[in-house]
């Protein structure tokens, strides 16, 4: 077999059930000369066992603890072969040509380093069609993304440190993309179904704090002034949101809690800056 083109990187977490038609689905319907990898985070639910047994074409990554979403990402980033590396949430499910419409976008220009397809859910999958359209985006999820494996010489790999276990490290990720000079889209050529946090959802229940928590350092390790003040509405809209989903006090909680350290906040924010200058990546 020769070179893959695309490398697709998926994590799991006790995630067999959903785990099996994600790669299904990759097998069936990626055209593209491509390697799929697993990060298995010691699962205990048979996911390991399953893939030994039907998917002997994946690669498979054994973490022999729960080592977290940044540190396991970027040991299938490390590995990753391809030209482009994807990657997919375990509960997705991708669709008839969900690749090639990214790749053409990813090589349309020099400047667009990064893919976001349009994550939709599985019941609205019938009532939502691909459209010949994009839109620049700051952040994109990494449930759903394709980007060039060489804009990793250049940012560098997730921040294990500061975003462990979960939380803002795609987020974090994506904005040194931006701040480096480069372009992010997310695209609607390419749909894929996505349950959303079905693994980790029912087994971590400090997700949304820590979702939150992440992205809230995210932006203050990344942003300019200005920047972060047009992300105010947004904030505003997610604590409203959280009124109705009574979650109120977490959001508040995950918004203030970045600010009980103000030194590495500035910190990071330092280091950031000079890996920008100097142009040596943040994260070997």
Excluded at 123 to 145: T, W
Excluded at 148 to 164: A, C, M, P, T
Excluded at 179 to 200: L, V
């Amino acid at each position: 077999m020769g070179k893959p083109e695309v490398s697709i990187v998926v994590l799991n977490w006790n995630g067999k059930s959903h785990l099996s038609n994600c790669l299904k689905a990759i097998k069936r319907y990626t055209k593209i000369p491509y390697e799929a990898i697993v990060v298995d985070n010691m699962s205990k639910d048979g996911s390991v066992e399953m893939l030994k047994r039907e998917f002997k074409w994946v690669k498979l990554i054994e973490n022999k603890t729960n080592l977290g979403v940044p540190v396991s990402t970027n040991k299938g980033f490390r590995i990753a072969k391809g030209r482009f590396i994807a990657t997919l949430g375990n509960d997705t499910v991708v669709t008839k040509n969900w690749l090639e419409p990214c790749i053409d976008h990813l090589e349309s220009s020099d400047n667009i380093a990064c893919v976001g397809i349009t994550l939709c859910e599985p019941h609205l999958m019938d009532k939502i069609k691909p459209e010949n359209k994009f839109r620049y985006r700051d952040a994109v999820c990494s449930q759903g993304m394709i980007f060039k494996r060489e804009i990793l010489g250049r940012v560098g790999y997730y921040d294990e440190k500061n975003f462990n276990p979960i939380g803002g490290e795609e987020v974090d990720w994506q904005y040194r993309i931006i701040n480096a000079g480069y372009r992010i889209i997310e695209t609607r050529k390419s749909i894929i179904s996505h349950i959303g946090g079905a693994d980790s959802s029912p087994q971590n229940p400090n997700r949304q704090f820590l979702l939150n928590y992440g992205r809230m350092k995210a932006i203050l390790y990344n942003d300019s002034p200005i920047s972060f003040f047009k992300r105010v509405p947004g904030l505003l809209l997610t604590l409203l949101t959280s009124i109705q989903e009574k979650t109120t006090k977490t959001v508040l909680r995950s918004y203030f809690a970045p600010f009980k350290d103000i030194d590495n906040i500035l910190t990071e924010r330092k280091k950031r800056s000079m890996a920008l200058l100097s142009g040596r990546h943040l994260i070997s």
